[in-house]
């Protein structure tokens, strides 16, 4: 079945990149996308990707998908305090009436002054 | 505008109430969604509405009973609940439209946080 796997910690000082990764499963085409999720919040949609791109950049966003590996990351840029949170990696699985989200775990970033 | 919003915010209630969860957006979206969500971990889909049909239901115990009276609003009714119901319970919506497979991206509302006592 599909699954989308994150490790599950990552801490790094203001001002430096955050690299977060992801991998899954699915062969098939699909939507990979990346949510934020800070403390008491919902999930904010930060960005998404087609199976068939290498990559996408959105301000401060770059996200890279290496399809052969199934691998997709995000990196953030000149990190701030905000970034703080909780960054979920999910996978698109169509079905005859739409789709579904399949999420990994959940990366939390701490972000240190 | 890809505002879904939820109401309320917060609800505590004992384990013989019913009470109900909102959500509603005005993006004309087709296919809403249900979530629950403990903390630190990633959503757990409940159910599907495509059409206001309901056309996921992931196997979720009877005292959640889910409700679309139209294609702007989303209802989850909660009658017996127990404690480890307690979470957060988030509401998406996406553009349903099955050939573009694009709108399917979903947008997720600010949940509604839940306490059973």
């Known amino acids: 079945g599909e699954d989308v796997e994150q490790s599950l910690f990552l801490s790094v000082r203001e001002g430096d990149s955050s690299v977060i990764n992801c991998t899954y499963t699915?062969?098939?085409?699909?939507?990979l996308y990346w949510y934020k999720q800070e403390p008491g919040a919902g999930l904010q949609l930060l960005t998404y990707i087609f199976s068939n791109m290498d990559m996408k950049q959105d301000q401060r966003l770059t996200v890279l998908l290496n399809k052969k590996d199934k691998h997709l990351s995000l990196r953030i840029a000149d990190t701030q305090t905000g970034d703080s949170a909780i960054y979920f990696c999910a996978e698109m699985v169509f079905y005859n009436q739409g789709g579904k989200l399949i999420f990994g775990q959940g990366t939390e970033l701490s972000v240190k002054p | 505008d890809t505002e879904v919003t939820q109401t309320p915010k917060h609800l505590v209630m004992g384990m013989t109430n019913k009470k109900s969860l909102k959500c509603e957006q005005h993006?004309?979206?087709?296919?809403m969604y249900w979530y629950k969500q403990k903390a630190k971990k990633p959503p757990e889909l409940m159910f599907v509405?495509?059409?206001?049909?309901?056309?996921i239901n992931e196997s979720v115990p009877s005292r959640f009973s889910p409700e679309c009276p139209n294609s702007s609003l989303l209802n989850l009714h909660l009658h017996a609940l127990q404690p480890e119901d307690s979470a957060l319970y988030l509401c998406a919506s996406s553009q349903g439209t099955v050939t573009d497979r694009g709108g399917e991206t979903q947008y997720f509302g600010p949940g509604t946080r839940l306490l059973v006592l």
């Open positions: 993006m004309g979206h087709r296919a």
């Open positions: 509405y495509s059409y206001e049909k309901l056309s």
């Open positions: 699915d062969s098939s085409s699909t939507y």
